[in-house]
C-alpha cells in the first residue's frame, strides 16, 4: 500500500526557511518521479515543484525553493526560503509514473509575523 507523510511544516515568519520531509513506504520510491503541490485557502492544488528526469519549479518559488529525494532512504524534501505569506498553504507530496500518482496527507506551512 502506498504511504507518503508529509512533514516539517509549521508556523514561520516572512524571510524564513523550512524543509519539508516526505516518508515514502509501500511501494518502490525511486521508481517513481516526485512532486510537491501547495493548496492555499480557497484555491485550488497546485504544483511548487517536479523532480524527474529534470528539475521544474513554479515561477512563484524558483530561486527560492529545491526538491530533492534521497532513495536509499525513501524520502523526498523541499527546502523553501525566503519564505513570503503568500507561500501559506497546506503541502503536499506526490509520487507518479506513466500510469499512477499518489498524494499525501499534506502538511500546513504558515508564514506570519
Known amino acids: 500500500q502506498v504511504q507518503l507523510v508529509e512533514s516539517g511544516g509549521g508556523l514561520v515568519q516572512p524571510g524564513g526557511s523550512l524543509r519539508l520531509s516526505c516518508t515514502a513506504s509501500?511501494?518502490?520510491?525511486?521508481?517513481?518521479?516526485l512532486s510537491w503541490y501547495r493548496q492555499a485557502p480557497g484555491k485550488k492544488r497546485a504544483i511548487v515543484a517536479y523532480l524527474g528526469a529534470s528539475a521544474y519549479y513554479d515561477p512563484s518559488v524558483r530561486g527560492r525553493a529545491t526538491i530533492s529525494r534521497d532513495d536509499d532512504k525513501g524520502m523526498g524534501f523541499l527546502q523553501m526560503n525566503n519564505l513570503k505569506p503568500e507561500d501559506t498553504a497546506v503541502y503536499f507530496c506526490?509520487?507518479?509514473?506513466?500510469?499512477?500518482?499518489?498524494y499525501g496527507q499534506g502538511t500546513q506551512v504558515t508564514v506570519s509575523p
Open positions: 509501500g511501494f518502490t520510491f525511486s521508481r517513481y518521479d
Open positions: 506526490s509520487v507518479s509514473d506513466a500510469d499512477d500518482q499518489y
